[in-house]
């Protein structure tokens, strides 16, 4: 039925690949394609040696995606019908550019970020709206856990749950251990870029900026326990109080143990998080780069990582005149990913959706031409979808997780 390009084999990359080759019915025929092809070759001979994907219809390439003609000309080769791009919020334009050029639809699961400032809005990617919508395709952005499912969660309630919201709070917490003294579970530039930056928050029209984890509160996660968490400013609440501007109210705690901070701590005191170029014996050297290539790779930490993840939205405003709560999360375990798919479970969380998302667009059930964020869209069929893939979800009335 469908062609699909997926670009990058890193953690997500792998999850996305094997998710897609189990969808057999909408993904027909697959493309893998990274930086470093041996990385896709290995993630496919694990799809051939699966008795549940060994059918699966797949391929791989090499690829430059900060370079547009390489791509627009992999694609014309392949002539897919979605790209599906999980390398690094840096290739986003690039991608999306590629998308125009040869006529294709698009999705990612993070924001554009330029290189040289960690800066995370939609801004660059809100600004294609008009050359997706002349051309009469579809991107839609950041369908990955959070951002992704948590927009999902969010129109999900607001639409079978509340007549109007008030406040939201997406609760992330990473309650597994990976066994290394120090280690991110996605990409670690991108992952200490996101943390170390100041946090932010929304209240009653406007951002109010707060020092780096300044802001920190216990949560009692549900099948986890309670785990101190940290206010983080995070993609998506920039597209959720856009699209749900009655909103007075909106915060992203994410948890951290406190080995993790005392090491960020440490790495930030020293100078290893900058992301400006340092003269090092003749050469330029950018320290966070220098610093991902010491850091165990996250597709490496599946192997023995137990525990649980446990991410979800809380919601309050009322219905029919009377004040409600309702919290919707996941719970996702690290062992089972493993088993699953030789993946730990932050890659799995995001995968999966970004999987979801595309079997939606290319089954024709999520359509529309210009630049879409996820709560844009009907959330009834992704939520029935995440139960049929390995993101089963549960939902709490009236229990209020954060204050
Ligand atoms: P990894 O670092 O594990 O993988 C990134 C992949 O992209 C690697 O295969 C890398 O190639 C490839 N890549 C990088 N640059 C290029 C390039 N110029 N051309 C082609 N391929 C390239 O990261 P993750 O898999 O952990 O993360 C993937 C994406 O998912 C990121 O954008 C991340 O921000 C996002 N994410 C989203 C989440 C969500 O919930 N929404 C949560 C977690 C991650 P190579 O192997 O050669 O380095």
Excluded at 196 to 218: A, F, N, S
Excluded at 236 to 265: C, D, N
Excluded at 341 to 367: D, E, F, R
Aim: aromatic share 10%; net charge negative; proline share 5%.
């Amino acid at each position: 039925m469908a062609r699909v390009l997926i670009i990058g084999a890193g953690g997500v990359g792998n999850v996305v690949a094997k998710k897609c080759a189990q969808n057999h019915a909408v993904f027909t025929d697959i493309l893998l394609a990274s930086r470093t092809k041996s990385k896709c070759d290995a993630i496919v001979a694990e799809i051939r040696a699966s008795a549940r994907t060994a059918s699966a219809k797949i391929a791989t390439a090499q690829v430059d995606a900060d370079n547009v003609p390489e791509l627009a000309a992999l694609i014309r080769s392949f002539k897919p019908d979605l790209v599906l791009n999980v390398a690094l919020p840096y290739q986003d334009l690039t991608i999306m550019d590629a998308c125009l050029e040869t006529g294709v639809n698009y999705l990612d699961t993070a924001n554009y970020e330029p290189r040289d400032v960690a800066k995370f809005e939609y801004s660059w990617q809100w600004a294609y709206q008009k050359r997706f919508e002349e051309k009469g395709l579809m991107a839609l952005l950041g369908c990955g856990f959070d951002p992704g499912v948590t927009n999902v969660f969010t129109a999900w309630m607001h639409k079978h749950r509340f007549d109007s919201v008030n406040t939201l709070d997406i609760v992330d917490c990473n309650a597994g251990d990976h066994g290394k003294a120090f280690a991110t579970n996605f990409n670690p530039e991108i992952n200490i870029r996101e943390i170390t930056q100041k946090g932010r928050y929304w209240k009653d029209g406007q951002w109010i900026e707060t020092q780096p984890l300044e802001i920190h509160v216990p949560v009692d996660y549900p099948s986890v326990g309670p785990r101190e968490s940290y206010l983080l400013y995070h993609e998506e609440l920039e597209s959720l109080v856009k699209h749900f501007p009655k909103i007075s109210q909106a915060r992203f705690w994410m948890t951290f143990g406190q080995e993790y901070i005392k090491h960020l701590t440490v790495l930030q005191n020293v100078g290893m998080t900058r992301i400006d170029p340092v003269d090092f014996q003749g050469h330029k050297v950018i320290p966070l780069e220098f610093l991902k290539a010491l850091l165990p790779e996250p597709s490496s930490l599946g192997a023995g990582y137990t525990g649980k993840t446990c991410i979800g939205v809380q919601l309050r405003g009322s219905k029919a005149g009377m004040p409600t709560t309702h919290f919707v999360y996941n719970v996702c375990d690290h062992a089972e990913c493993w088993q699953e798919v030789q993946a730990q479970a932050v890659s799995y969380t995001t995968g999966v959706p970004a999987m979801i998302g595309a079997a939606l667009m290319l089954t024709g059930v999520w359509k529309g031409a210009g630049v879409f964020n996820v709560e844009q869209l009907d959330p009834d069929p992704f939520m029935t979808a995440l139960n049929q893939w390995g993101l089963p979800w549960q939902e709490l009335a009236n229990v209020q997780l954060v204050h």
